[in-house]
């Protein structure tokens, strides 16, 4: 929460200064060279912290809370079959992968098994299938594991048709 509290700060000091600067400077060219220069500000304020955001830590926060069972209760109108929605989430998450290793350069199927902890159905393990060079198998588990907390062990690498890694 303490990140929250400075951002909070300094996109209301950047408001403030941005403000300042042009209620003071004089009308014309100077003044609205100052309100571009002072809109900049802003966004760099609320943007900024996007850049220094610590994903390790995020994803590492978000597999704890998953694990804690904290889950907010799904509406009874928004519940959908137990099957259905185990379906929906290993095709989407499988697609997902899918969709980070092409941007890798690697062309796979995956497959993921989806697992009910609690009242909810997660992802549990996945298997990729293709040609995977070693960087790009451990940028996909790096990825997989930060987007899904599924640890390496859960993850299995194959080449061709049900090779093993």
């Given amino acids: 929460m303490e ?12 408001a ?13 060219a100077v003044g609205r060279i100052s309100r571009f220069t002072g ?5 760099l304020a609320v943007v900024g912290p996007v850049f220094t ?4 830590a995020l994803s590492q926060a978000l597999a704890r809370w998953r694990e804690s069972g904290e ?3 799904v509406p009874a109108a928004a ?5 259905a929605m185990e379906a929906l989430i290993a095709r989407e998450a499988g697609a997902y992968i899918a969709g980070k290793a092409a941007t890798l350069g690697a062309d796979c199927t995956v497959e993921v098994e989806v697992r009910t902890e609690g009242e909810y159905p997660v992802p ?3 298997a990729v299938t293709g040609e995977l060079t070693e960087a790009q198998k451990e940028d996909l588990r790096w990825q997989i594991e930060a987007d899904f ?11 061709g048709e049900g090779g093993a890694e």
Avoid at 39 to 43: A, F, H, K, S, Y
Avoid at 149 to 159: D, L
């Fill in 79 to 83: 519940q959908v079959n137990g099957g």
């Fill in 124 to 126: 549990w393990s996945v």
């Fill in 16 to 28: 403030m200064v941005a403000a300042a600067a042009q209620t003071l400077l004089p009308k014309g």
């Fill in 3 to 14: 990140w929250m509290r400075n951002w909070v700060l300094g996109v209301t000091c950047a």
């Fill in 149 to 159: 907390a599924i640890p390496e062990e859960r993850q299995t690498y194959r080449t």
């Fill in 53 to 56: 955001l610590d994903e390790s």
């Fill in 71 to 73: 889950l907010a209760e």
């Fill in 39 to 43: 809109g900049l500000l802003l966004l």
